[in-house]
T-cell receptor, first 118, second 114 residues
């Protein structure tokens, strides 16, 4: 079963605007971590932001913030003041740590392609 | 500088050949992973390893093999049994068992069957 769902295959956003990328996840474990990665056309995976299942506050890192709604099992990424260099594929990922997976595989969604236009 | 090195960056394989993709890390991480990425798609887990001499199959292990003889090295062999090996392959490492540690990735190897 799909653990991470990203329903937006692609998005266009104008420079300097904010964009929200959706991510929903499925887990029955109380302890998990959520990650967002950026993959430019060069192929490297760049870590952006992390949110823990027990964290009380939404994570922020510069222009990136995470809208974490635990009851809805969603972890949407918000990029503020978009720049041309933000054009890339964005992946949501989850790591569960539980008795059945004690060391925590990282599982990825299908990704959202973001294109920032001038 | 600490990091993960994958080689080669581009690899061409004739049908019926086995090829090995290299992955080396100097981050002192116990866990290492191999992912496959097809165009416009997400990452799918091939194999992963928590410690030396131990590894587990991921979601799409058929046609692939790995070894973990040293902590810093986790090579992936794409065998002739893999029916559609053309893809982008990413190696990653992390600290195992901690939900708040991200995985670090190599630059990837783009494999093409000719």
């Amino acid at each position: 079963a799909q653990k991470i769902t990203q329903t937006q295959p692609g998005m266009f956003v104008q420079e300097k605007e904010a964009v929200t990328l959706d991510c929903t996840y499925d887990t029955s474990d109380p302890s998990y971590g959520l990650f967002w990665y950026k993959q430019p056309s060069s192929g490297e995976m760049i870590f952006l932001i992390y949110q823990g299942s027990y964290d009380q506050q939404n994570a922020t890192e510069g222009r990136y913030s995470l809208n974490f709604q635990k009851a809805r099992k969603s972890a949407n990424l918000v990029i503020s003041a978009s720049q041309l260099g933000d054009s890339a594929m964005y992946f949501c990922a989850m790591r569960e740590v539980s008795p059945t997976d004690s060391w925590g595989k990282l599982q990825f969604g299908a990704g959202t392609q973001v294109v920032v236009t001038p | 500088d600490g990091g993960i090195t994958q080689s080669p960056k581009y690899l061409f394989r004739k049908e019926g050949q086995n090829v090995t993709l290299s992955c080396e890390q100097n981050l002192n991480h116990d866990a290492m992973y191999w992912y496959r990425q097809d165009p416009g798609q997400g990452l799918r887990l091939i194999y992963y390893s928590q410690i030396v001499n131990d590894f587990q199959k991921g979601d799409i292990a058929e046609g692939y093999s790995v070894s973990r003889e040293k902590k810093e090295s986790f090579p992936l062999t794409v065998t002739s049994a893999q029916k559609n090996p053309t893809a982008f392959y990413l190696c990653a490492s992390s600290v195992p068992g901690q939900r708040n540690t991200e995985a670090f990735f190599g630059q990837g190897t783009r494999l093409t069957v000719v």
